[in-house]
């Protein structure tokens, strides 16, 4: 194969544009051809020479965008030779758009970029009617794939002050995935219009169908107000700053209008737009947004000393919660591709950003109680945000929940018949593991008290090492009270015993193990699988009484206990004198055989099994004996209950 001059192609005028359609235009569907015809009836609007655009879907596929503006200027231009509205819509790089060095230009702050905008329109459509009315006359020039197929001419007079412009285009459908305008997405386009240009007449008109208008009078704030459906925490704010000649770091005009609103709950409404261009994927304007609202927020907090300690704001929390529209006016703006769905322009964070921070910092000091409100919510966002941070996962090897060291486990793998022991101390671990029967008794030792768990998040839980051993020997993770029961598919054990002491200490690690199955296991209470253990306090060592009564060891639970059986013992004829009373101080005095025999047994042993109550009745108290802030309601329930707690014990 030759490789000459001739192998190289040069596409002139609207042939690239036809060539390769995407690199100009979304080709899913036509609407964004039709969005360049109305976003340069924006720009008559956005100088101040338009009141009313008219978008009208016509029943042959085609739309009209008519607006009331100046009218595309249509005499011969001075370098081309050829009608100058001619050009505008057969050349690539023409238009207005590059005139923004000129202070008055109304194209100054306009989204077009390349100059390319509405030229795309003519070389993708069968058929591009244009009427112009300027100067007292009415013209018409019509174009087809791009040509002239009828040259400019005056169609007729027109009131001397009458003006606008109107270009109705049939969309090649060859170029676009569908041939059909999504209409929601073309609704939110012009309403956008009106929102941004407070006053402006905006109609949407169908054909055999029922069309809509828009016009805000109260522009953002008004908008923004029908889009939210949350509680708002704060009215909403809404200005607009923009720099003045003589402005050091940024050209005169540019700047920024918004709406921004905080609330608590419902959805989000959030928009953006760059010269009247919608923004949909965001970018450096709505950096500089969110960085100008967590300067302000920042600043209020640290004044009137909000933050608690070890919180530090970021703009994730402060922006949680929020809502806005966005209005930048940047010049040469710079988007992401030609359908500008992104501003890239760098300068635009620090030109939002200090647009909007110093006007937000007033507002908020001049607000107080809303501005504590705002504040509040984004010290819970970054206080949730640290715990998500903190959370631990299983450790795991190779996939599979390592268990912990310390777990002495059974040999049988029958879970109905498997019992695991969490017990107090290690030295009542010790004689436990002797003890136990090891076909299917399981022991694992716990250091210490157990963590409080009523106030943990489920992703904070296996922080504390004793809590991550626990799960990681039942075999089970953590659940709310309504998961399904397949959560306890791999347990582990068909009972799971908490053996502590007969003392204050170990009926407080009771009470905090019962909270943390509660919080966190319920379906372990709530299945049956959970049971105490009831070591005896007291051992009473009988003498002999001849050849038929040795002597005998005689185990109480408590002091109840303890005189009963005195009380039959004296009955017997033992001599109160005779018999000596110990009493235990933990599991730990106990050797291997006296815990097997008391508290391990299945023959001799008492357990107690914890059944769940309705909640109704268990989350009062247990907030109230479990949660932090509620002190004074413990001290009150001690101050009313303590002689039941001392007769308990």
């Not at 694992?444 to 768990?453: A, F, I, Q, S």
């Not at 399904?484 to 347990?491: F, I, K, P, S, T």
């Not at 110990?582 to 008492?606: I, V, Y």
Request: overall charge neutral; hydrophobic content about 40%; some cysteine.
């Amino acid at each position: 194969m030759t490789y000459t001059a001739e192998s190289i192609s040069v596409l002139k005028g609207l042939e690239p544009v036809r060539h390769r359609p995407g690199m100009y235009t979304r080709t899913d569907c036509p609407l964004h051809i039709i969005q360049e015809a109305i976003d340069n009836a924006a720009d008559e609007a956005l100088g101040g020479f338009c009141k009313r655009i008219a978008v009208t879907l016509h029943g042959d596929g085609s739309v009209s965008v008519q607006d009331d503006g100046r009218g595309i200027p249509v005499e011969i231009h001075p370098l081309e030779g050829v009608p100058t509205v001619e050009v505008v819509f057969t050349q690539l790089h023409a238009g207005g758009k590059f005139n923004k060095g000129d202070g008055d230009s109304a194209y100054r702050f306009s989204g077009g970029l390349h100059g390319v905008g509405v030229s795309v329109t003519n070389a993708l459509s069968l058929r591009l009617e244009v009427e112009v009315t300027r100067d007292g006359g009415r013209h018409r020039i019509v174009f087809s794939a791009g040509k002239v197929v009828e040259p400019l001419q005056r169609t007729g007079d027109a009131a001397k002050r009458a003006s606008g412009t109107s270009v109705r285009v049939w969309p090649d459908t060859v170029f676009f995935d569908s041939p059909t305008i999504p209409r929601a997405e073309l609704e939110r386009l012009l309403r956008s219009k009106a929102v941004l240009l407070p006053g402006l007449q905006v109609s949407l008109i169908v054909e055999g169908g029922e069309g809509k208008d828009w016009c805000y009078g109260a522009g953002m704030q008004q908008y923004l107000a029908e889009q939210i459906d949350g509680d708002l925490v704060a009215p909403i704010f809404t200005t607009e700053k923009y720099a003045v000649p003589g402005d050091e770091n940024f050209p005169p005009g540019s700047g920024a209008a918004w709406a921004i609103c905080w609330t608590a709950d419902g959805g989000l409404a959030r928009e953006s737009y760059v010269n009247l261009i919608p923004t949909p994927a965001g970018g450096t304007h709505e950096t500089g947004l969110r960085q100008a609202a967590l300067d302000a927020i920042k600043s209020f907090a640290e004044h009137h000393a909000l933050l608690p300690k070890g919180v530090k704001l970021a703009a994730e929390d402060v922006f949680s919660r929020a809502s806005f529209v966005l209005a930048a006016r940047v010049l040469d703006p710079s988007f992401q591709g030609q359908t500008k769905e992104r501003l890239n322009s760098r300068d635009a964070v620090a030109l939002v950003a200090r647009m909007v921070r110093d006007p937000l910092e007033l507002w908020l000091n001049e607000h107080p109680e809303a501005a504590r409100k705002i504040t509040d919510l984004a010290i819970r966002a970054a206080q949730a945000r640290s715990r998500a941070g903190q959370k631990v996962e299983k450790r795991k090897q190779s996939g599979v929940a390592i268990l912990p060291g310390k777990l002495s486990d059974c040999q049988s793998e029958d879970t109905a018949r498997n019992e695991i022991f969490l017990v107090e101390g290690d030295s009542a671990g010790g004689s436990a593991k002797s003890g136990r029967d090891k076909e299917l008794q399981a022991i694992l030792p716990l250091r210490g008290k157990v963590l409080n768990t009523w106030e943990v998040e489920v992703g904070s839980l296996f922080a504390n090492r004793e809590v991550h051993d626990i799960a990681v020997a039942l075999g089970i993770d953590p659940h709310g009270p309504d998961a399904a029961d397949g959560v306890l598919a791999n347990l582990r054990y068909g009972k799971v015993v908490i053996m502590t002491d007969a003392d204050v200490d170990g009926s407080h690690i009771r009470v905090l193990l019962c909270t943390l199955f509660y919080r966190h296991f319920p379906k372990l209470i709530a299945q049956g699988h959970l049971y105490f253990a009831q070591p005896p306090l007291y051992r009473l060592d009988v003498p002999g009484q001849g050849k038929n009564r040795p002597p005998r060891k005689i185990y109480a639970l408590d002091g109840n206990e303890r005189d009963a059986s005195l009380d039959r013992l004296r009955l017997e004829g033992v001599k109160p004198g005779a018999v000596s009373i110990s009493r235990f101080k933990g599991l730990g005095e106990m050797n291997s055989e006296q815990l097997w025999e008391t508290t391990m047994s299945p023959d001799t042993r008492r357990l107690m099994r914890v059944r769940m109550p309705g909640t109704d009745l268990a989350n009062p108290v247990l907030n109230m004996l479990m949660a932090k802030n509620e002190s004074a309601g413990r001290r009150a329930w001690m101050e009313a209950n303590g002689a039941l707690i001392g007769a308990e014990i």
